[in-house]
C-alpha cells in the first residue's frame, strides 16, 4: 500500500496470514513466547492445504524411530537430502532445515501436544537405490477426536477427499494398501467417521489447530482474505489489508506478518507457466492463487525456483459432477500402480514404470527437440475386466458402472485404440508385449514394481510383483488422463535462514516472513520426498515464530 490506514480495525504483534502448518506452528511458537497473535484464513476453514493431505512427516533418525525398532543416522539422512537435492539446493537453507527440524517437530509434541507415531515398513521413496535411503523414517499423528475443537469443529478440514477417513497408516498397510480397499474394516471406520474422529491430514491439522484456537484461544479469523501488505515509510512491512464481509479490514502487526498461504495451484497462467505444463489441473482446496507472490512482489519480494521436472505432480482425472467448494475435484490416478494397469501415450505405447510417479514426471514434461513435440503429453489409462473385479477407480467401485464420460469401455483392445484416438495396431503390439513378461512378474522395459514404495502404497501384495498383472480380459476401459497438482511447486519467495523474506537486492524485508509453500523449497532442491513439505513447514513455522518474537 501507498501509506498506513487511517485506522486499524485489529492490532496485534504477529500476524500469520493461512492456517496451514507453516502458519499455525509460527502462530504457537509466537504465542508461547509472549506475542499477541492472530491468524487470517482466505477460506471457510482452518487448516489450510495440509487438510487435505496424507498427513506424513518425513524425519529421519527421528525421536520415533526406536519404538518400531528402526535404526538411522544423521549421516544416511545427510547423504539422501542430498540425492534429493539433485544440485539444485541452497546450501545455508538446506544446513538450516537439516539442523532444525527435529527440534521443531520435538517442540510440537511437547509443547503443542501433538501426538505423533511412526509408521513402520514405509520405505523412502528411492529406497534402497539412493544413497542414505532407508525405511520407517516417517511420522503420523495418532487419531484425532474433531469433537475437541469446540466451536471450530465445523470451521475446520474434516475430511479428506484424497485419503481414506477415519484409517490410519497402520491400519491402511495392514489391511492391503489402496489396492485393497474394498476389504477394509469399513464398520470400525463408519463408527470413527460418525463420531468425527480424524485421521491423515484432517488428523495432523486437528492437533495443530486445536492447540492455537483452543488450548491458547489465539485469535483466527475464516473468510478474511489478504490482499495487499502494508508498510511504513521505512519499507517495513507493519500490517496487512485484509477483507471481511466484503469491506477492508486491516491488521496492524507490530512485529512481523507471516505468509503461510500456499502457492498459485489455482492459478493457471502462473502454474502453466512455472510448471512448465500445457495445462494444469490441482487435487488442493480452491483457495491457492499465488497470493504470497503476488503481495511479495508488489514490495520487491525475490521470486526464486527450483526445476519442476520431478517435484510433486501427478496425472490424474475429474469425476463428472464431482466438485469441492464449487470448483471441480480432480483426483490423482493411483490406479497405475495396481496390477491389471498400464498407461499408454497418443502413439499407444508405454512410456514409463506406471506406479512411481517419480519415473513418469520428467517422461512426461520431455521435449524431442527435433519434432519439437512432447511425446508422452497425453497419457491414457488402460484398465481390463480384471482389474475392475477387484480394484476401484476413484469412487467407483468394483461392480459400479462408470460413466463414459470418464472411461471408455471396449470390447476389444483394438476397439478401445479406436475410442481413445490412439494407433490400434502399437496398441495391441503394446499389450502383448507386456501380458508376455507380466505373466511372469517382470518388466523389462520400465522395470514397474522395482520400488517398495510403491509396491506398499497402491500395489497389491498378493502378487508375485504387486505392480504388475496382465491386461487382457475384456472389457477392457481407457481413461484419458491429465496433469494434477497437489499444491507442491517450484516457485515461491526466496527467503533466508531465519525465514525473513529476502528483496530483489539481496536484504532481509523487515517484519516480512514466508513458510511453508509459500517459500520457495531451495532447502530441499530439485526433487521431492512425500512428508518434507509438511517437515519443512513445521520447522521453518518454528525458526519464523522464534524470530518474529524476538529470536
Given amino acids: 500500500m501507498g501509506g498506513l490506514p487511517e485506522r486499524w480495525d485489529l492490532e496485534v504483534e504477529v500476524v500469520c496470514v493461512g492456517s496451514g502448518l507453516g502458519s499455525i506452528t509460527a502462530a504457537l511458537v509466537a504465542h508461547d513466547r509472549g506475542k499477541k497473535v492472530a491468524v487470517l484464513e482466505k477460506s471457510p476453514k482452518l487448516g489450510g492445504l495440509c487438510g487435505y493431505g496424507g498427513g506424513e512427516v518425513f524425519c529421519p533418525n527421528g525421536p520415533h524411530m526406536k519404538d518400531i525398532g528402526q535404526d538411522d543416522s544423521d549421516e544416511a539422512a545427510e547423504q539422501y537430502f542430498d540425492f534429493l537435492g539433485g544440485g539444485y539446493q541452497d546450501p545455508a537453507l538446506a544446513a538450516k532445515l537439516r539442523a532444525t527440524y527435529r527440534e521443531a517437530i520435538a517442540w510440537t509434541e511437547k509443547e503443542a501436544g501433538v501426538k505423533w507415531e511412526a509408521v513402520k515398513g514405509l520405505d523412502d521413496y528411492y529406497y534402497p537405490d539412493a544413497p542414505g535411503s532407508g525405511t520407517g523414517r516417517y511420522l503420523a499423528v495418532d487419531i484425532f477426536d474433531g469433537a475437541t475443537l469446540g466451536e471450530w469443529q465445523q470451521k475446520t478440514w474434516a475430511v479428506s477427499p484424497h485419503f481414506p477417513p477415519a484409517a490410519t497408516h497402520k491400519e491402511m498397510y495392514a489391511w492391503g494398501g489402496l489396492a485393497n480397499v474394498t476389504k477394509w474394516d469399513y464398520e470400525l471406520l463408519g463408527q470413527r467417521i460418525a463420531t468425527d474422529q480424524r485421521t491423515f491430514g484432517p488428523g495432523m491439522m486437528g492437533w495443530f489447530v486445536k492447540a492455537a484456537v483452543v488450548d491458547r484461544d489465539i485469535d483466527a479469523h475464516v473468510e478474511t482474505p489478504v490482499r495487499e501488505l502494508v508498510s511504513d515509510e521505512s519499507g517495513r512491512v507493519v500490517g496487512v489489508r485484509a477483507e471481511r464481509d466484503g469491506a477492508d479490514f486491516f491488521v496492524k502487526a507490530a512485529d512481523g506478518v507471516i505468509l503461510g498461504i500456499g502457492g498459485y495451484d489455482h492459478n493457471p497462467k502462473m502454474a502453466t507457466m512455472y510448471e512448465e505444463m500445457h495445462e494444469w489441473n490441482s487435487a488442493t482446496q480452491p483457495y491457492f492463487h ?262
Fill in 290 to 551: 499465488g497470493d504470497a507472490i503476488v503481495m511479495g512482489g508488489e514490495i520487491g519480494a525475490d521470486i526464486a525456483s527450483v526445476p519442476p521436472t520431478n517435484l510433486a505432480m501427478f496425472y490424474g482425472y475429474n469425476i463428472p459432477g464431482e466438485e469441492h467448494d464449487g470448483v471441480p475435484l480432480w483426483r490423482s490416478s493411483w490406479e497405475c500402480g495396481c496390477p491389471h494397469a498400464i498407461w499408454v501415450n497418443g502413439r499407444g505405447e508405454r512410456f514409463c514404470d506406471e506406479s512411481f510417479y517419480k519415473d513418469y514426471q520428467p517422461r512426461i514434461r520431455q521435449l524431442d527437440g527435433r519434432t519439437q513435440s512432447h511425446e508422452n503429453r497425453d497419457v491414457y489409462l488402460i484398465i481390463d475386466g480384471n482389474y475392475r473385479e477387484r480394484y476401484p477407480l476413484g469412487s467407483f467401485m468394483p461392480g459400479m458402472e462408470i460413466p463414459e464420460e470418464l472411461a471408455k469401455k471396449a470390447d476389444t483392445p483394438r476397439e478401445l485404440a479406436e475410442k481413445l484416438g490412439i494407433p490400434a495396431d502399437a496398441f495391441e503390439k503394446t499389450l502383448e508385449r507386456f501380458n508376455q513378461f507380466a505373466e511372469k512378474g517382470e518388466d523389462p522395459d520400465f522395470d514397474a514394481g522395482h520400488f517398495p514404495w510403491s509396491n506398499r502404497l497402491a500395489g497389491d501384495p498378493s502378487y508375485p510383483n504387486p505392480n504388475l498383472g496382465v491386461v487382457n480380459k475384456a472389457p477392457f476401459y481407457g481413461v484419458k488422463l491429465s496433469p494434477v497438482g497437489v499444491g507442491i511447486n517450484s516457485h515461491g519467495l526466496r527467503t533466508n535462514g531465519d525465514g525473513q523474506v529476502v528483496h530483489v537486492r539481496g536484504h532481509a524485508i523487515p517484519g516480512l516472513y514466508a513458510v511453508g509453500l509459500s517459500a520457495c523449497i531451495l532447502d530441499l532442491g530439485g526433487s521431492y520426498q512425500s512428508g518434507t513439505s509438511n517437515m519443512r513447514a513445521i520447522t521453518w513455522g518454528y525458526i519464523a515464530g522464534r524470530h518474529v518474537a524476538g529470536g
